[in-house]
C-alpha cells in the first residue's frame, strides 16, 4: 500500500496532471456542449435513428488524446527528469513497482473516464430538454453507452501509459499513441478492399460502438458489441503487458 500511496502522490504533485485533465475538461465538456446545441436547433429535421448521446460525446474524441497523453507522462516523466533513479532505489522490486504505478493510474484514469463520460451526457441531456430530445439513464441502452465511453477513455490513458512504459520518451510515445488512437484508423480504412478484419480492430471503431445507445446496423467494417468490448480488453492487456516487460528490463 505505501507503493500506491506514494505514486498517488506522485502523480497529483506534477503539472503535467493538471494540464492534461484540465484540457479533457476543456474538449469534452466544451465540443460536447456545442455539438449538442447544433441538435436542438436542428429539431424535427433529425433523422429517424437519432443518437441522443452522439454529439454530446463529440468531445471525447479529443479529450482521449489528452488523456492519453497524461498516461504518457505518468510514466516518461520519471525518465525525462531522472527521479527514476530515486524511484529504483525505493522500490528496487520493479514487477512491484509497475504493478503499483499501473494500479494508480488505472484507478484514476477509471474515474476520470466516468466522470467525463457523465458530465458529458448530463450536460448535453440538460440542452436537449428544451427541445424535448433529451433520454434519461434507465432508458434502454443509455446507462451501458455512458459506462462504456467512459471505459474507453480510461484504455485510451492506459495505452499511453502502456506506450510511455515501453518507449520511455514522451514524444516518442505520444507519436505511438496518435498512431494507435487516429492513424490506424485511416491504415485500416484503406485495405478495407481486401479485409475488413484491421478495421474491425481499430481502437477508435471499437469505442465508437460501445458508446452508441443503438445497436449497430450491420456494417462489415464496425465490430459487434461484442467484439468491441474484447478489442478494448486486448488493447488494454497489449499495453499493460509490453509496460512491464519494459520495466523489467534495462533501466
Known amino acids: 500500500m505505501s507503493a500506491v500511496r506514494a505514486e498517488w502522490i506522485k502523480l497529483w504533485s506534477v503539472a503535467s496532471t493538471w494540464i492534461c485533465l484540465a484540457l479533457a475538461v476543456a474538449f469534452a465538456i ?3 456542449l456545442a455539438g449538442t446545441v447544433g441538435v436542438g436547433r436542428a429539431g424535427s429535421a433529425l433523422p429517424a435513428d437519432f443518437d441522443p448521446l452522439g454529439n454530446a460525446f463529440a468531445g471525447l474524441t479529443f479529450a482521449q488524446l489528452s488523456l492519453g497523453v497524461l498516461g504518457v507522462l505518468a510514466v516518461t516523466s520519471e525518465y525525462s527528469t531522472g527521479t527514476i533513479i530515486a524511484a529504483r532505489l525505493a522500490q528496487p522490486r520493479r514487477a512491484a513497482a509497475f504493478a503499483a504505478k ?10 476520470i473516464g466516468q466522470a467525463l463520460a457523465f458530465g458529458s451526457f448530463l450536460l448535453g441531456q440538460a440542452v436537449l430538454h428544451a427541445e424535448h430530445l433529451d ?3 434507465g ?9 462504456s465511453a ?10 499511453g501509459f502502456g506506450l510511455g512504459a515501453l518507449l520511455r520518451h514522451p514524444a516518442a510515445a505520444t507519436a505511438a499513441l496518435f498512431a494507435v488512437v487516429f492513424l490506424a484508423y485511416g491504415a485500416a480504412k484503406a485495405v478495407e478492399g481486401w479485409s475488413y478484419l484491421p478495421s474491425r480492430l481499430v ?6 460502438v460501445v458508446a452508441q445507445v443503438h445497436a449497430v446496423a450491420a456494417r462489415p467494417r464496425l465490430p459487434s458489441l461484442g467484439l468491441a468490448y474484447l478489442d478494448l480488453a486486448l488493447y488494454l492487456t497489449a499495453a499493460l503487458a509490453l509496460g512491464a516487460w519494459r520495466s523489467t528490463r534495462d533501466a
Open 30 to 32: 466544451g465540443l460536447g
Open 102 to 111: 499501473a494500479g494508480t493510474m488505472f484507478g484514476a484514469a477509471l474515474v
Open 135 to 137: 433520454v434519461g439513464l
Open 139 to 147: 432508458a434502454p441502452g443509455v446507462l451501458r453507452s455512458v459506462t
Open 150 to 159: 467512459g471505459l474507453y477513455l480510461c484504455v485510451v490513458t492506459m495505452v
Open 203 to 208: 481502437l477508435s471503431n471499437a469505442g465508437d
